[in-house]
């Protein structure tokens, strides 16, 4: 089961991490990094990450791992990457995707009418570039697996691990990872969050979301 | 505010990344990443991660920030990480760590009486260590403050935001990370997820904490 997580200048790292954590232990992954320059690029708080691959050399993966970034708009215009995603998704079992990371599948124009979700911040955009917008955290309609904003990753990759290796899997990879999450506040969704913190986060994006 | 995020190979990428995505998103953050030699480090599941600093060029970071392995024995020997971790501890704000990570303060004995937590299968390792152990998620006392396994480096990492900056900070970045868990099953604690999955779970870290 050849895995390629893809990277780009800019995105978001937990994006990609929080998918890889689990997809990468399956029990038969072969891990790829994938970039469309085999040069170390950076994430958007700076964690700096080498790939393995180019598209010359990861034409078909199996399982495709797309990360967001919270400059979403920078990798829509990465052609060359676009390219790669247009050719390797149809092959793909699955095409997956964390954040705004969704919306290089509707760029690329394989995404068709299959539903996805994506950061709560970037629904809008995303539902523009004519795609089917879910509002969910997690949403599996095959070949496409996506999760929401950022941390999502986690619980969208469980939820694929138990569909493809089962529950059994799925439960141990968890207690590996000590998933049993205790945040410490409930401000993790906009309704939670309250109107007042979902301003500062608009404004904080909203340079971010401007087209250049 | 200086942040020392530190790499050594083995390291778990999500350890990390989980606490990197909101240390890192600090409103005064200079986020480093510090390695003893200035090479990529490639994590436990074959993700690289490459050093922006060595202990030459960043001594006296305001706070470190140190990962664990699903090896976690392997960076116990690392004689020039542990010496820079015990230069560079007392004088940093917060010493911080996640999963096994806690270990690496002990073995360079700047743990003292500090209680920590960790990865819960490594529990009796650490405490063989003379470390005071807690089976917390996220144990705060200055200057140290630990997570246990991997995905508990966001609750850490929030909980110490909201201590350093205050809850709407820690508010506004948990919302911009969509930290709203939903796991798909409740397996994420020893006591959760049942005799059968922690058997199978202790099998795969058997080999590991072997000593050599």
Not at 130 to 140: D, L
């Amino acid at each position: 089961m050849q895995i390629a997580f893809v990277l780009y200048d800019g995105f978001t790292a937990l994006d990609l991490v929080s998918a890889y954590e689990v997809i990468a232990s399956w029990p038969e992954a072969e891990n790829r990094f994938l970039a469309t320059e085999m040069r170390p690029h950076h994430a958007d708080n700076g964690l700096i990450v080498s790939p393995t691959d180019t598209p010359d050399s990861l034409p078909r993966p199996d399982v495709i791992v797309i990360p967001g970034s919270s400059r979403p708009l920078g990798p829509l215009e990465n052609q060359a990457l676009l390219a790669w995603i247009r050719a390797a998704a149809p092959h793909a079992q699955w095409c997956t995707s964390v954040c705004t990371g969704s919306s290089l599948y509707a760029a690329a124009g394989v995404l068709g009418s299959h539903p996805v979700t994506t950061h709560w911040a970037f629904r809008e955009v995303l539902a523009g570039m004519g795609a089917t917008v879910s509002t969910a955290r997690v949403v599996i309609d095959p070949p496409f697996a996506s999760g929401a904003g950022v941390s999502a990753g986690i619980d969208m990759a469980l939820t694929l691990t138990a569909r493809i290796y089962g529950e059994a899997t799925a439960r141990m990879i968890q207690l590996a990872m000590e998933y049993d999450p205790q945040p410490p506040f409930d401000a993790g969704s906009p309704e939670k969050a309250g109107p007042q913190v979902v301003g500062e986060v608009l404004n904080l994006f909203a340079a971010a979301l401007q087209p250049n």
